[in-house]
Structure formats: C-alpha cells, structure tokens
C-alpha cells in the first residue's frame, strides 16, 4: 500500500504500514517496563518456591494481573508523555507570565491535590485496611476502612502544600535546607508525641509511609514540568538545583497532613481493647463510631470475631443472633448491609465459619449446609470481570479526567491559550485512563496477592506457618479411615489418605480440625521453621538478607534512578559518578527493607527507628553543599515507583499478619530515609576528595574553583 499526500499536508499511512511503523515503538515501550517489573517478580516467585518451597497459589490469575500491570504501565506512562506532562510544561511556562503569584500558588495547590489522586499506587492504601483490627487499632482502622477517602485528602492536601513551597522555592531560587531545619524536628516531634498514645502510635507508620506513596510517575513529572516552566521565566532553569527538591517536600508534607488527621479523629474512637471487650454492649457507643450502621458492626462480629464475642455483640441473646441470621438470610438489603454486596457472601461465611446453630438459621437444616458447602469447594474461585472492569475504569477516570479538565480549563480561560496539539493530548488522556485501570486491575490480581503471598509465607524462615491457601476441606468424612502409625520413640500418631486424581496423599488427623456435626475435616498444612529452631535468629537473618536483596535489586533496576545517576554525574562535572550514585543509593533502599522488615518481626517501634537517621540527617545536610542537598533527599523519591509500592506495603501486612503484630507499615519509611543518608554520606565523601584533589594542584597549572 503506497503512502499519498492529502490536502493540508497531512500524509495517509495504510493499516499495515502504521502496524510496522508503530510495532518497533510499542515494542521499547513494553519491554521498558518489562525490564522495570521482571527482576523484582522473578526475585519474589523464585525465593517462595525454591527456598521456602511453597508454591505460589492461583499463580494463573497471578500472572495474567502481572501481565495486566505490564501493559497498564505501558498505556499509563505513554498517556502521561503525550497528554498530561506537554500541559503542565505549557502552563509552568505561561502562568509565571500571564498570572500574578496568589494564582501560581493556587494552581500549584490544585495541581499538587489532584496529582494525588492520580497516583496509580495511591489506591493501595484503601485496600491495607483489611489487615488491621478494629480493636487493636481504632484509629487505624477508622481512617483506612470508615474514611479511606480523607486519608487521601490528606494526603493531596499535603502534596499540595509541597508543590506550593516548591513554586515559592523556584521563584525566590530558595535553598531546600530550611524547609528540611523545620519539618524534619516538627515530625519527629510529632511521631515521638505520638509513641505515648496508643491510638496516634499505630497512625505513625501509615503517615511515614504516606510519604512514599506519594512520590509516584505522576506527581515527580508533573510537578517538575511546572518547576522548570517556571525556572526558565524566572531565569534559574540552569541553576544546580532547578527541578531538584519539591520531591522531598512532597515526601515530608503529607507525613505531617495524616498525623494531623489522626489527631482530629482521635478523640472520638476508643482505645485499644481486647475482642472480648470490643463487643460487649457497655462499649458499644464507643465502638460503634469506627462503623457507618449498625448492621456493618454486626458483620465485622460474624466476619472476624470469635463465636462468643459474636453473642457478645448481641448482649448474649442467643435466640436475637439467630434471629438476625434468618432476616438477613430472607432480607437482600439486610444481607448487603451485612456482608456486602456479594448474593453468595452469607451463605459462604456460614458453611466456612458459622457455628452449628448459624448454619441452621441461614440453610434450615444442616443437610442443606453440607450440600452447599461441598458444591462450593468443588467450583472454583468465580472472578466477576465484569465488576472489575467498571469499578477500576470508574476509579481511573474519576483520578485523572478532573485533573485533566482543570489543566485544560486554566490552559484556555485562564491563560487564554490555545490547546496546543490537541489531538494527540485527548489520545494520551484516554490512554492515560485506560493504563490506570488495567493498572488498578494489575495490582488488584497480580502486585497484591504477590507481596501478600510472599509476606505471608516469609515467616516460615524461622515460625511454623499455617498456609491457608493450601486448605483442603473433606465432607462427609468417616473417621473410620484414621490409621495409627508409630514414630521411632513408640509415640503414636494418626494419618489417612486421601485420593487426590491418580495419587494417594497421608495427610495427619487432628481431633480439633474434625466436625462431627457437619461431617467436615479441615486440614491446613504447615510449613517451617526452616532455618533453626523456632523464632531462632537464623530463620530471621535469612528473612533480613532476602529483604536487602529484595529492595538492593528493584532500586537498581527503577529507570527513574538511571536517569537521576546521569543527571547527577553531569551537575558534579564527573566527580559523583552515575554507577556510585546507583550503587548508593540501592544499598540504603536494600538496608531500609531490612529494618522495616525487622520492625515488623520483632515488632519493634517505628519511631525509634526512625528518629536517629532523620535527627542524624539534620547534622549531615548542615555540613553538605546545596547540589547534594537537594541530590540526596530527592533520591528517596526513585525509590518509591508504582510497582516497589504496591509489593512492598502487602508485602509488610502479610508479615504482621502471620507473625501477630497489629500492623505492618514503616517498610517505605526505613526505604526512604537510608538512601538519602547514604547519599549524603558518600556526598561529603566526594565533596572532600574533590576538594583535596583541587588542593593538590598547584596554583595556575590549570587548577579548577570549587
């Protein structure tokens, strides 16, 4: 097919002729992110099935979400070149010349607010709710699983801020050191306050690790791409420092806007207590308020309490409880307020986990339980596609299609200009969309269930852990089959078989696991300790290495630290070379995992781990130059990338599941603050050695000034 010249210049390409111009293109685009998400997924999956030797479940539905990331990344990154990066580049350029400074700042608000909410990692944070229990940590839990909505608030709020401080900065050529002398000891400050109540000190992780979500492929490009609009009107666009800072600040910001939420809902939830206490009717009105109706209270009882603190919650009134099943089971509305929008939810919740006389309310018989819970275990696990799909389109446009009508509006109403190229901005917007929600869906099927997988298997290093995932439920079971074996001291110890297709599989007998009543024998089997005795330091050293390597490997491979090692090299003219700046950098993000990993295993406070680094910091960054100031603290920001993030923070929650500590936040936080003080380290070191090597030249045999 031949290529022909239309009217308005305009060149006509056949289908197959833009297929072969355009498959080389996508072809680098995909595999660029291929590269970004191989190592770190190889890394994980191989380190399960090989040195714990459990295999990972649903590994099909697993691969097809990592698949979906892959190219949701792929659409998300190419609609964030092509649509929303040319705008904010157009507006950084003409706002500082049309506008006066109250309406930058504005913008700059605005922008930094919805960046937020177009983050692809941002979403993680709703769904970390899950983890947490309501007793334990009440103000946890209110803020991730009542109002998830205001954290993010909070959130953009604090991005938004930063991005105002960061306009101010680039307008005044202000150094960065300040902002780092006042918000580094308000939070630190903060977070110690925070160590002596039991509700604000299970906030501090979240709010710490708030920080690095934030940092993402949305809100770094476009907040630099009005940074250096503006440098280039204000005539610092080739100063050292242009473009370099508003990272940190956008990191720093939203740390102090969560804590600050904390401590406006803390006075309206209770204190920690124990389930028994949680649901008993004298602390109902104080516990009522982390739940929007009553009826959503009673199925977080059902849902995660123990059978007596159910009845608990009904005031002991046996016959009330039952009653309420058997509503709920003939009322839809009831049912849905309940357990969720899920038709089939009441019924799985009561054949998997309700007692004998729950099962009767919701069936009528326990015959019709059994059928029931036997023709459940043989299908299996339903995927509703077609849910998935409208509530991640729903969420990725709602994230970016405001922001994008914001920038056109003060592109045209505001600044009276034209959109410049604007069809190939409205393709990036839609491909911007659509990169999101099959991002979104990614995380949700693969990134997710990944980390939380391997975080849950982890602690088998040096625990005995229960896979759950591995559950075999036999009904109508005949404890006639029980055989008895004897051990080498003569102890006894009972096994059966059971027929899996063509292989017979011993599985042991434990009274406790059998159900006489419904005929069901539940085996779950264990896995560990495999490194030492049982919660022995060598099953722990093990966990530690794999967490280093883990964070040591994924910062190496982030493009986003490619780039900033060039940058780098080029500002220093050499003396910080591109590889030692990499290397650096991947050794504090590989210690930072390590010692949030330790924080969450010995269960550790985040605080005290968190204080001396930062206070650490403020002595160093007095000591360092401007260039490396900004360098340094800015280099946390590449450590954060929408695939670390997702992992990471299920990978911490799975842990803390397994190992029984209330929550598993303040990985981010240690991976954030270990490479800037390692950069900062090495910094001083090259600024000495630079220096020294000056010194040495005599002067006038072609000496350089600092």
Known sequence: MTVRQQAGGRIRVGFRQ??????????????????????????????????????VARATVIAAGLALVIVGLTFFMEGLVLGLMPLGEVIGLKLPQKSVLPVILVFSFILGVGATFAEPAIGVLKAAGASVKAWDAPLLFLLL????????YAVGIGVGIAVVAGMLRFLYNWSLKPFIYLLIPVLVVFSVWAYFDKNMMFLTGLAWDCGGVTTGPVTVPLVLALGIGVCRVVGSAGSGSAGFGVVTLASLFPILTVMSLGTLFVGSVPQPMSEADF????????TQALFSHPDEMAGYAFLNAAPENQLAFFGGDRDGMLAFLREASAEAKVRERVFGPEADALKKWAASQGTREQQVAVFGDIEASTR?????????ERLDVFDLLARNTRAAAQAIIPLSLFFILVLTLVLREKLPRADEILLGLVFAVIGMGLFNIGIELGLA????QVGGKIPSAFKAVELTDQTKTIHDFDPGVVQTALTQKGEESRFFYLKEKDRLLPLPFNERQYNPETRQY????????????SDGLGGILVVLLFAFILGYAATLAEPALNALGATVEDLTVGAFKKSLLMQTVAIGVGAGLAIGVAKIVWDLPLIWLLAPPYLLLLFVTAFSTEEFVNIGWDSAGVTTGPITVPLVLAMGLGISTQVGVVEGF????MASVCPILSVLVVGLWVTMKRRAAQASVPSGKGGTTP
């Open 18 to 55: 833009a297929v072969g111009m355009l498959a080389p293109y996508v072809k680098s685009r995909l595999m660029a992110q291929i590269k970004a998400v191989a190592l770190i997924i190889v890394y994980l999956v191989l380190f399960q099935t090989l040195i714990l030797g459990i295999p």
């Open 145 to 152: 699983n009542r109002y998830p909505d205001f954290l993010i």
């Open 279 to 286: 649901f008993k009717l004298e602390n109902r009105q104080a």
């Open 372 to 380: 029931y819970a036997a023709s459940a275990s043989a299908l299996p």
């Open 449 to 452: 269930k990944l980390g939380g």
């Open 522 to 533: 539940t085996y779950v089997p264990t896995r560990g300790p495999l490194f030492g005795r």
């Open 666 to 669: 303040g990985i981010l936080a």
